[in-house]
């Protein structure tokens, strides 16, 4: 297998005179030759950085692309930051992991904290630049860190997930071997944040095979603004969360999928129902349902998908396989003894290892304690996710093991949730829920232990403090949380009550 530097940097760098569209970002096309010119005026500003752990404002902008690269070709490690979630979190992320340093191609962004240096790469130039050709190919370990991804946590504090070089060139390695033929003729959708970890598939592979690239801006409809970019520029491969074909699929009539050869979906559980209203425009294409938690880098296993066996592998609730794991990930049920189990059909804990697997938790002994697990010498991720094996040990996705959801592909503890209404209402105690809304995409629902009262300014105070997807949609009331035999919070009484 490659190490980073040959499987990403070379590649990537080895088109720096490319007249070859890069990415399309809001309609203005950049050349890889840009590109590359950008990516060598910012590496000139934090080359002498003398930390390696950098904040990355992380908005939809050529320069900000053009940071990851210099920050990698330094051998440095992005910190990206929602440019849609409240700035409090922001200087909780970056106080976490000791960064004083963020770049951003916003020269209006700030920070309160005094400690933190905002480096402006508002003005790096996309032409007239004369070009040096002096990115060194500095030799840093594969052990070295490539970005960290702050997650909800269910302490109220988000957990940083730490992927190293060697974590990319694995993925990428894996991402090979799984039947995707990707080439420089490609023009493939990045439609995620950079604080959710499906993007960096999404810019990632693109760039290793030459391709070209097109974001969605922020603040737009995602799902519309999609298929105004299957009509212009006839995307030929998309990477989406199922929510946002779940959002189309009642626009059919004018979604245009002729282009398409590739479908890649991850980040929540993909229905037969939603993939089977998306093929029925095109059953030429093929689609790949991925699996995989930011721990272990992006994805970890895969199951194919065309018109042969678009009818195969469908758990009870309508759940698509996904499949079996990567070339460079290993996998493992365990039941509740912490037995591993192998028969067909039995439920248990997915369990995962590899080179693709997280080094761990920033600063986080206890979380790493509790998720990481020794077995048979081997270090494995406990996922937390309840699967099965199916026909010939296909992987059958059941649910979570925990009060862990994911609303629009983003991953949230509930107990964060949970926790941070009761820091604002000064200790009142509150359940938070998942539900379905009409159209069928998963919501949050607050349920708080009091008589009905006024919780507007509540309502504010969490819409400042969280992102937009972890403010509770519904807020309901009852005098008496209910509690079940072992003591412990009775959600399904709750559900049911509520009819959630």
Known sequence: ???????????????????????????????????????????????????????????????????????????KAYVPLNPNQPKDRHEEVVSSVNAHYILSADSKYYLSQTDVNIISISDVKVDGYVRKNHIKEIDIDDSALAYIIFTSGSTGTPKGVQLTRGNVAAFIDSMDNVGLDITSQ?????????????????????????????????????????????????????????SMVRNLLPYMEEVKLDSVRYNIFCGEALTGYVL??????????????????????????????????????????????????????????????????????????LCLCGKQLTPGYWENDSENAARFKQISGERYYRTGDICYYGTDDNLMFVGRKDFQVKINGFRVELGEIENRYSTISGG???????????????ELAIVIESQEYDVRNHK????????????????????????????????????EYFDL
């Open 1 to 75: 297998m490659k190490n980073f530097q040959q499987a990403f940097l070379k590649p990537v760098f080895g088109k720096k005179d490319s007249q070859d569209v890069s990415f399309c970002i809001n309609d203005t096309e950049y050349t890889y030759s840009q590109l590359y010119d950008l990516t060598e005026q910012v590496y000139d500003v934090v080359k002498e950085c003398p930390e390696n752990n950098i904040g990355l404002y992380a908005t939809d902008d050529i320069r900000t692309y053009a940071a990851i690269l210099a920050l990698w070709a330094c051998g």
């Open 428 to 442: 009142i105690f509150s359940v938070v829920l998942p539900y379905m809304n009409e159209q069928g995409n998963t």
């Open 186 to 242: 490609d023009r493939c959708l990045q439609p995620f944040d950079l604080t959710f970890d499906f993007s960096v598939s999404g810019y990632v592979i693109p760039l290793v095979k030459g391709a070209s690239i097109y974001t969605i801006p922020q603040k737009v409809i995602k799902f519309t603004y999609i298929a105004g970019l299957l009509e212009d520029y006839n995307l030929t491969v998309l990477q989406m969360v199922p």
């Open 276 to 349: 089977k209203g998306w093929h029925d425009a095109n059953d030429d294409m093929v689609s790949y349902n991925m699996y995989g938690p930011t721990e272990d880098t992006v994805f970890c296993t895969y199951y194919r998908i065309d018109k042969t066996n678009i009818d195969q592998f469908l758990s009870n609730n309508d759940i698509v396989s996904i499949g079996k794991a990567f070339c460079n990930s290993r996998l493992l049920i365990l039941n509740e003894k912490d037995e591993i189990i192998k028969d067909e059909n039995a439920e248990g804990e």
């Open 460 to 495: 504010v105070q969490m819409a400042s403090e969280l992102p937009a997807y972890e403010v509770p949609n519904k807020w309901l009331f009852m005098p008496s949380i209910p509690l079940n035999s072992n003591g412990k919070v009775d959600r399904k009484t709750i559900k």
